[in-house]
């Protein structure tokens, strides 16, 4: 998973590098820059300057020996402050305390209304138990079981995200909805 993960930044990074090399008289309608900022494990910031996507990045304590959030960022990310009150997509991966804490994501959705949830199936439950006013953000929380058939797709102010399954490995990991 972080193979496939760093792979996709290393590319995006690519695409947005190369996107202004020689186009100094780039037209005015040209799509803003993708900035992508590296929050912890494998959680990142993707924003354009309006609008942002939050993937992996809304989790408190962790797992030993991951990268965390430091307490500042974390306070920023979860009240929704300046860059993150851009995020109109949090997108969870999967349910592993690394990735995911069901109070952090509760809390970011709870003071960013313009956002989307989109989380495995397996994760409903524990955000509908950390946010005891879960009811604020109910309809623009999608918890989707990963399809192993066809993608799904969804779309929230502007942006459009692609749900599929990807393996989280073998053996103890082979069953994680990812």
């Not at 590319?11 to 590098?17: A, F």
Request: proline share 5%; charged share 25%; glycine share 6%.
């Amino acid at each position: 998973m972080r193979i496939v993960l760093v792979m996709v930044l290393v590319s995006m990074l690519r695409i947005v590098t190369n996107a202004d090399e020689g186009h100094k008289n780039k037209p005015k309608d040209a799509a803003p820059a993708m900035t992508i900022t590296y929050l912890a494990n494998e959680g990142v910031f993707l924003s354009d300057g309006t609008s942002g996507v939050l993937i992996d990045s809304l989790f408190r304590e962790g797992v030993g020996g991951y990268a965390r959030l430091s307490h500042e960022v974390l306070e920023s990310v979860e009240s929704a402050s300046a860059p993150f009150d851009t995020t109109r997509l949090v997108l969870v991966t999967h349910r592993h305390r690394d990735h995911f804490q069901a109070d952090s994501v509760a809390r970011h959705m709870k003071h960013n209304p313009a956002a989307m949830l989109v989380a495995p199936a397996n994760a409903a439950e524990l955000v509908e138990e950390a946010a005891s006013d879960f009811a604020v953000f109910r309809d623009r929380a999608k918890f989707v079981p990963p399809p192993r058939d066809k993608p799904v797709t969804l779309h929230h102010a502007g942006l459009s995200v692609e749900v599929f399954f990807v393996s989280h490995g073998k053996g103890r990991f082979a069953k994680v909805e990812n």
